[in-house]
């Protein structure tokens, strides 16, 4: 299967049975940003990857749809663990995290990059006087 291409997160959805179809799991996700549904089914088994909108929507549908009953069987619903999402997070993650790490602001309306500040001193870098 090729990997969702979309800066989304996405979440695996298992248990589902033989007659769910792309347009049910639309109609369940509809209020968590869907940005892109792939059902699969081996002989029996039917599964599906969804690509919501953003690691939040994701985390809040796994909270609301986990182990809601579909016919006579729970929905399981998890994040993805295939290694090009896990990839794709990382790098959302990573970007999440140097934002937070290094707001901007904004100064008479240009935007300006805290690293411009000036750097705070560390022990490293003040120079003990010799006796």
Not at 17 to 43: M, N, P, R
């Amino acid at each position: 299967m090729a990997p969702i291409k979309c800066t989304t997160r996405v979440i695996f959805v298992d248990n589902l049975h033989s007659w769910t179809s792309q347009g049910d799991l639309c109609a369940i996700f509809h209020a968590y940003e869907v940005h892109e549904i792939v059902l699969e089914q081996k002989s029996s088994y039917k599964y599906a990857y969804v690509a919501l909108s953003s690691h939040a929507k994701a985390c809040q549908a796994i909270r609301d749809l986990n182990g809601i009953m579909r016919g006579n069987r729970p929905m399981l619903i998890r994040l993805s663990q295939r290694a090009e999402d896990r990839e794709d997070s990382a790098a959302d993650a990573l970007h999440v995290k140097e934002e937070m790490l290094w707001p901007k602001r904004e100064l008479d309306g240009d935007v300006k990059m805290e690293e411009d500040a000036v750097p705070v001193k560390t022990e490293e870098d003040v120079e003990l006087p010799v006796r």
